[in-house]
């Protein structure tokens, strides 16, 4: 009977076992479970935390601040150029690769960070990359610590920071460079904030306001311009900052500020608390000039005026003075002519022994004399009046077309006896046939005539006198030519003035009015030509005349 029971509680206890394994196998297997969902929940928050680092280019890293063990993660070796999944080193080692410019910049915030001055590790550094360039990064960290306080670990992250630090370096370089400029302008520029107060004031704003950028800036902009000036107490300026900050622009406005005169421009500035720049220009100077300018500008004006009429005043007295001198003229002509031309023609009568011989030849010298000095004035009455006609206009040429050597020959006979008596080789001389002009045969002859007696006066016995006529491929050309005494450079445009004689032995000798010259240049302008002297003392004179005229094969 024994066995049997004892089976029972064998089997009883076996069965008994058996549950319990079972259970245990069901705790093994829920177990597994929760350490397969563990695992899969890390993995998953460090799939998540990896991608959160690699979004802003950051790495990770592990530092032991007793034993100075440090681990670097893969990412944060691919920022500085390395290669490898993770590096372990030391804080020495790291400290190495630090700029050397930073190295205590960078100690200093990690030992206040570890002594509980701030609340986490936050430092910007550079250290040295793969390449042996430095890179700027940011390192931030936070520490593990024990019940004394002590960091036991501390974990960060490292990101590059190379490229901002590059934009912020051009960033203040031209910020500096515009800060520069604005302290150097000739202007004020003041920046007034949306809430009414100066942001900033620049080196002439000071001069102009008697006040530092330091006291100005945070002062309102009402109060700086102060009860005195234009634009306090809800003036001028409030209004153009309302119409700025609504978008406008305010162009060369301009205002009393003191003793000067400013203009104002005004635009908004891009912030976000509706900045105002405001640039004024002082132009106390120009305005000042343009005052003068117009006073002045006036006074000409008045004297203008005045000369004007003066000027006025004056030609109408030389007009009538120009037309008594006419009359007058033309009085004493007649006055003159009409007893000379009986002296004239009584004594060539008596000289020519028309009504008989005379017996006494001292007569006829006396006679003679009489003759010629009749002939001289009335060329001289003639000369006048003719220049005088000239030089009001009233001239008129009869103008025809004639063969110009016919004229030069009568010229020539006409002079030839003046010339035997003084003894000279008087000649014409054509290069080519100069063919025909347009000219006035009395006025022109007169004009050969003046410049062959002038030729003939100032020349001394033994000499030559040429009248030589030709053409080129300018025109017709005149020319008197004498082996005379000649005279200076800067007498030529004298002689060519009316009354003006050069001072020398032979124009004492003979008696002269100066006309000749001037006279002949006259007519020769009134035929559209030129006339012009050449001459040398003791080398004689050549006078040229150019006329347009039809071309013509010589």
Same mark, same amino acid.
């Given at each position: 009977m ?23 196998q ?16 890390l993995?998953e928050?460090?799939? +998540?935390?990896?991608l959160?680092?690699r ?8 530092w ?7 681990? @670097?993660s893969a ?5 500085l150029?390395?290669? =490898?999944?993770?590096?372990r %080193?030391?804080?020495?080692e ?19 960070? /570890?002594?509980?001055g701030s609340?986490y590790f936050?430092?910007e *550094?550079?250290? +040295?990359?793969?390449?042996?360039e430095?890179?700027w990064?940011?390192?931030r960290?936070l ?6 306080g ?13 490229? +901002?630090?590059r934009r912020?370096?051009?960033?203040r370089?031209s910020?500096?460079?515009?800060r ?5 302008a ?24 008697? /006040?530092t ?10 109060e700086?311009l102060?009860?005195?000036h234009?634009?306090?107490?809800g ?9 700025v ?10 205002t ?11 635009a908004? @500035? ?6 105002v720049?405001?640039v004024g220009?002082?132009i %106390?100077?120009?305005r ?10 006036d006074?000409?004006e *008045? ?5 004007t009429e ?17 009359e007058? &003229?033309?009085?004493?002509?007649h006055? @003159?002519?009409?007893? &000379? !031309?009986?002296?004239? =023609?009584?004594s ?11 017996? !006494?030849p001292?007569?006829?010298e ?5 003759w010629?000095?009749? %002939?001289?004035?009335?060329?001289i ?8 006609k000239?030089?009001a206009?009233?001239f ?9 050597v016919?004229?030069?020959?009568q ?12 003894r ?8 080519c ?9 009395l ?6 005539? !003046? ?10 016995a ?8 030709g053409r080129d491929?300018l ?10 005494i ?8 004298r002689?060519?003035?009316? *009354? ?13 009015t100066?006309?000749?010259l001037?006279?002949a ?7 559209? =030509?030129? @006339?012009t ?6 080398? =004689? ?5 150019? /006329?347009?005229?039809?071309? /013509?094969?010589?």
């Amino acid at each position: 009977m024994v066995g049997p029971f004892r089976r029972r509680a064998v089997v009883s206890r076996l069965r008994s076992r058996i549950s319990e394994l079972e259970l245990a196998q069901k705790e093994a297997n829920s177990a597994r479970d929760a350490l397969m969902a563990t695992t899969k929940a890390l993995r998953e928050s460090e799939e +998540r935390y990896a991608l959160a680092m690699r979004g802003p280019n950051e790495g990770l890293w592990d530092w032991n601040p007793i034993s100075k063990e440090l681990y @670097l993660s893969a990412r944060l070796l691919a920022i500085l150029g390395f290669s =490898g999944e993770t590096v372990r %080193t030391n804080s020495h080692e790291w400290l190495k690769m630090v700029h050397p410019d930073d190295r205590g910049y960078y100690q200093e915030t990690l030992i206040r960070y /570890l002594k509980g001055g701030s609340d986490y590790f936050e430092s910007e *550094y550079r250290v +040295r990359d793969r390449n042996g360039e430095y890179r700027w990064i940011l390192s931030r960290g936070l520490a593990v610590r024990d019940e004394q306080g002590i960091a036991t670990r501390m974990v960060g992250s490292l990101g590059d920071i190379t490229d +901002r630090k590059r934009r912020e370096a051009i960033l203040r370089a031209s910020e500096s460079r515009f800060r520069s400029l604005v302290e150097v302008a000739a202007s004020i520029i003041v920046v007034v904030g949306g809430d009414g107060r100066v942001q900033e004031f620049n080196r002439e704003a000071e001069r102009m306001f008697g /006040l530092t950028a330091a006291v100005a800036i945070g002062k309102l902009w009402g109060e700086i311009l102060g009860r005195d000036h234009v634009g306090a107490d809800g003036g001028v300026f409030d209004q153009w900052l309302a119409h700025v900050r609504e978008g406008q622009e305010i162009r060369d406005h301009e205002t009393v500020l003191g003793q000067y005169i400013i203009s104002w421009n005004l635009a908004p @500035l891009d912030s976000d608390d509706d900045g105002v720049v405001i640039v004024g220009q002082d132009i %106390t100077d120009r305005r000042r000039a343009e005052t003068a300018l117009r006073q002045a500008n006036d006074l000409l004006e *008045y004297r203008v005026a005045a000369r004007t009429e003066e000027a006025e005043s004056a030609r109408r007295q030389a007009e009538a003075a120009n037309h008594y001198k006419s009359e007058f &003229l033309a009085n004493m002509s007649h006055e @003159l002519r009409t007893p &000379l !031309n009986a002296i004239i =023609g009584f004594s060539d009568a008596m000289r020519l022994e028309v009504m008989g011989k005379m017996e !006494n030849p001292l007569y006829k010298e006396y006679v003679q004399a009489i003759w010629e000095s009749g %002939t001289h004035l009335l060329s001289i009455i003639n000369e006048v009046l003719d220049l005088s006609k000239v030089e009001a206009g009233h001239f008129d040429l009869t103008p025809e077309w004639l063969p110009l050597v016919p004229l030069a020959e009568q010229v020539i006979r006409l002079m030839a006896e003046k010339a035997m008596r003084h003894r000279l080789d008087l000649r014409l001389h054509t290069e080519c046939d100069p063919g025909q002009a347009l000219v006035d045969p009395l006025r022109f002859k007169q004009v050969l005539f !003046n410049l062959l007696a002038n030729s003939v006066k100032f020349t001394p016995a033994g000499g030559h006198v040429i009248l030589a006529l030709g053409r080129d491929g300018l025109g017709v050309w005149i020319k008197v030519t004498d082996s005379g005494i000649g005279m200076h450079a800067k007498d030529i445009d004298r002689v060519l003035e009316p *009354y003006v004689q050069v001072e020398c032995d032979l124009s004492r000798q003979f008696a002269g009015t100066g006309l000749g010259l001037p006279l002949a240049k006259r007519f020769i302008e009134l035929h559209g =030509g030129t @006339l012009t002297l050449d001459s040398q003392p003791g080398q =004689g004179t050549t006078v040229t005349i150019r /006329l347009s005229s039809p071309p /013509l094969d010589c």
